[in-house]
């Protein structure tokens, strides 16, 4: 076929009249706002406001952009602890999963090797870890606002700087995210040809200098595609850790602002947490496919 | 003494009672300096034979000794050249031959092992690959790096196991003259397995074929007359050659003729009558059990007339 002009900009044109159909839909469905002026009992005048459509209270895209406005051109504005810029509520939530997820990888990997390595340590965990892995965030995190109910560190002015919420965000993403990282670095060690093994075996290396110098290496590739599964579970788990915990974040603002009526504002922050998983998602494929071996 | 011995060793594999003897009885002695070629049928137990020479299986029965010492286990002293090359593709062809010397030689100076490592690949021809990985190298290139590798352990007895079955003929050739030079450079115990009689002919001192398995065993050795060095174009209308190789290939063919003949094969036909499909059927099953030859009366048989 023949490359017309048109057909060049096809990778910017189609994802465009995707989003306008969604916006036109968006649009169709979302209320109306209807302001009659009026006089009360007393005489003096009001301002009536009435919202119709098929889902009265959605905003309309125009609606969302006027109130969200605020939050996208001064992104890094703090004026309160649940109302702050979205690069800032983006930065806080992103430094708790970054946590949360240096947690899940450096226990689940070690896992993950133990699981590929013996079929004993496999026989003893598998079952339990097929009935943990499906647990969702949204159980884990009552577990361990109990288990971390102790936990209070202070800081210098007295003020408690890291409490048991903040434990128990921590241990939900680690252990919702820590499972893609589990299985695959096990599939992984599991995967390792013969050959290399036998390379081992014939040079004699010792334990250590074969888990670092073949067992690690070929086990790689599989090891970052657990972890950018994990990554994806560690974002998604941050909406419902915020939430639940009240803590300042993309996933808190969401929910505050759910309570305070605000409904614009939902619409911007799963905007922003789509963006900021996709952004993550793409990063971690770009570091993926540098470790491809053969 | 001799350097290597095997003897009757017999391995199988499988549980006790339907165990699957795919070596019998092998005796075998490599002196010091030998170059020994291995010729065998696939799947006649060559590459088991080899494990059981670099210590990575143990025999059922007999015993394999280096220098009048039980093996146990892999060792430095026997440099092994894959089939499939077996090199670490995250590595680059130094880094590969390095994770060896490194390994055998950690008293050296790093400046000694690059030195020891570049002596090899040179010997191999592969000093301008030096820094590509596996990957940007052909199945040749691949094959040469694991012949460094293995020469580059300095090991007391090499072991080729089908080296270049897995190359093109030409490439083949190449490399087998190659092995040629370097085993006379080297003056190397040199063991090799191959499927390829012309192989292992012109690279051998002598040449033992392997029978047929299951219950492989060692034939008797034939000695390959050919001088050295021996050229690819000379050994071709070389009558030494011809008379060795028609001898190899004969004993192959008679080793499993033999077995042929021994062989007695009893058919036994399943115990049903075919189902008359024309028969009308009820709708809602009522399956019909399957006629037994067994328990009809009568049988009708058909003959070609």
New interface residues.
């Given amino acids: 076929m023949k490359e017309t002009p048109l057909k060049k900009l096809d990778w910017l044109l189609l994802p465009i009249i995707g989003v306008a159909v969604c916006l036109a839909l968006w649009a169709m469905i979302a209320g109306k706002e209807k302001r009659t002026e009026g006089v009360d009992d007393f005489g003096d005048k009001i301002v009536k406001v009435q919202r119709t459509g098929i889902s009265a209270d959605l905003p309309s895209p125009t609606e969302t952009w006027d109130k969200s406005k605020l939050y996208i051109t001064q992104p890094l504005a703090k004026r309160g602890e649940l109302d702050q810029g979205i690069l800032r509520f983006t930065w806080l939530s992103l430094a708790l999963v970054a946590q949360g997820y240096a947690i899940a990888l450096l226990i689940g990997t070690p896992i993950g090797f133990f699981l590929g390595l013996s079929k004993t340590f496999t026989k003893i965990f598998d079952p339990l870890i097929q009935v943990l892995r499906p647990v969702s965030p949204l159980a884990w995190l009552p577990l361990g606002l109990v288990l971390f109910s102790g936990v209070k560190v202070m800081d210098t002015q007295g003020k408690v700087s890291f409490g048991a919420s903040d434990a128990a965000a921590l241990f939900t993403i680690a252990v919702c995210s820590m499972w893609p990282t589990v299985l695959n670095t096990a599939v992984g060690v599991r995967a390792i040809p013969q050959d290399y093994l036998n390379v081992a075996k014939v040079l004699k290396l010792s334990k250590t200098k074969t888990l670092f110098k073949v067992l690690i290496p070929a086990t790689l590739p599989y090891m970052f595609t657990g972890f950018r599964l994990s990554l994806g579970i560690a974002w998604l788990v941050i909406v419902a850790a915020e939430m639940l915990t009240g803590k300042p974040g993309v996933g808190g603002f969401l929910w505050q602002q759910y309570n305070a009526l605000s409904y614009a504002h939902i619409i911007l922050c799963i905007l922003t947490i789509g963006v900021v998983g996709f952004i993550l998602d793409r990063l971690m494929s770009l570091v993926e496919s540098r470790f491809k071996t053969a | 003494m001799a350097l290597l011995e095997i003897k009757n060793v017999s391995k199988g594999f499988g549980p006790a009672n339907a165990r699957f003897e795919v070596l019998h009885d092998l005796n075998l002695e490599v002196e010091t300096g030998e170059f020994v070629a291995i010729i065998g049928y696939s799947g006649s137990g060559k590459t088991t034979l080899m494990s059981l020479i670099?210590g990575?299986q143990f025999p059922d029965e007999g015993e394999v000794l280096l220098k009048g010492q039980k093996v146990t286990?892999?060792?430095?002293d026997?440099g092994?050249v894959?089939q499939?090359?077996?090199l670490?593709?995250?590595?680059t062809v130094f880094e590969n031959v390095a994770?060896?010397v490194d390994?055998?030689f950690p008293q050296w100076s790093v400046e000694q092992r690059r030195k020891h490592i570049e002596r090899y690949i040179g010997m191999v021809n592969l000093t301008p690959a030096m820094h590509k990985?596996?990957?940007e190298l052909s199945g040749g290139m691949r094959q040469r790096v694991s012949v460094a590798r293995a020469l580059a352990?300095q090991p007391e007895i090499l072991l080729l196991d089908e080296p270049l079955s897995a190359l093109d003929a030409l490439t083949r050739a190449n490399l087998q003259d190659e092995i040629n030079r370097i085993c006379q450079e080297e003056k190397k115990t040199v063991i090799l397995i191959t499927n390829d009689p012309d192989e292992a002919i012109l690279l051998a001192d002598r040449v033992i074929p392997l029978t047929a398995g299951p219950r492989a065993t060692l034939g008797p050795s034939i000695p390959v007359m050919i001088p050295r060095p021996r050229s690819r174009a000379d050994v071709n209308h070389n009558y030494d050659f011809k008379q060795t190789r028609t001898e190899v290939i004969d004993y192959l063919l008679k080793a499993t003729d033999k077995r042929k003949a021994a062989m007695t094969v009893k058919l036994v036909l399943p115990d049903l009558i075919p189902e008359d499909l024309d028969l009308p059927r009820h709708p809602f099953g009522q399956k019909r059990r399957p006629r037994r030859r067994s328990e009809e009366k009568r049988e009708t048989v058909e003959t070609a007339v």
Wanted: glycine share 8%; aromatic share 12%; hydrophobic share 50%.
């Fill in positions: 670099l990575l286990g892999p060792g430095p026997r092994i894959f499939n090359y077996s670490l593709p995250w590595l994770l060896a390994q055998i990985v596996p990957s352990m």
